[in-house]
């Protein structure tokens, strides 16, 4: 079955560190992937996207991304977090081109200490 | 623009009570996405909509859920017979397309539906 798999319910980083938020995804070909943020009592809002091209993706607030196709991968990077940053992650995928569908893994909660 | 807009943000029901959920997305966006979201469960994805046609509602469960979306300015979610179980955030997103930059869903700040 697709699936989307974060490992990491929860990471907790001190700021200025550096950060990788891990998301592994089950499909034999290359789906859209996705990584969102979710603020306390927000929606949530798209960091970055990635379907082809090159593998590593820029996306909002300094945010980047790594696709790897032998891995199965798409990890979310940040070179140094900012306590602002606190929020929960969200790795997506949309596995049909022709279809809407996003399917959303757990989340990761990551908490920045100041 | 004013993003996807959910009302309300916020419904306290008694178990066996019915509960409607509006959801006004983004002028112009094609497609309705239905989320519900729980600590345990994480997002899960309930049905969508494309050009106001149901297209796949594969996450719905099949007793008590019904969601429409009755013209392009707004979609519902309705439980009937609400259950504890039930309690969760309902997440609403709208998308303009399937391609490129069309790609992103916009979701709004979410339905908190308590079951007493």
């Known amino acids: 079955a697709q699936s989307v798999t974060q490992p990491d319910a929860r990471v907790t980083v001190s700021e200025g560190a550096s950060l990788q938020l891990r998301c592994k995804y089950s499909y034999s070909a290359t789906p859209y992937l996705f990584w969102y943020v979710q603020y306390p009592r927000q929606g949530l809002q798209m960091l970055l996207k990635?379907?082809?091209?090159?593998?590593v993706v820029q996306g909002v607030n300094g945010f980047e991304a790594e696709f790897s196709k032998s891995d199965s991968s798409f990890h979310l990077r940040k070179a140094s977090v900012h306590w602002s940053d606190s929020a929960v992650y969200f790795c997506a995928v949309r596995y049909d081109t022709n279809a809407y569908k996003v399917i959303f893994g757990k989340g990761t909660h990551l908490h920045v200490l100041p | 623009n004013a993003g996807v807009i959910q009302t309300p943000r916020h419904k306290v029901t008694g178990k066996g009570q019915e509960a409607t959920l509006w959801c006004e997305p983004i002028s112009g966006h094609s497609a309705v996405f239905w989320y519900r979201q729980t600590i345990v469960q994480g997002l899960e994805f309930l049905t969508y909509f494309r050009n106001q046609a149901p297209i796949d509602d594969s996450g719905m469960p099949k007793e008590r859920f019904s969601a429409q979306m009755p013209n392009q300015s707004h979609s519902t979610l309705k439980i009937q017979s609400t259950q504890p179980q039930d309690s969760a955030v309902y997440l609403c997103a709208s998308s303009s397309g399937l391609g490129g930059s069309q790609n992103t869903l916009y979701f709004g700040a979410g339905t908190r539906l308590s079951v007493l």
């Open positions: 990635y379907y082809s091209g090159d593998p």
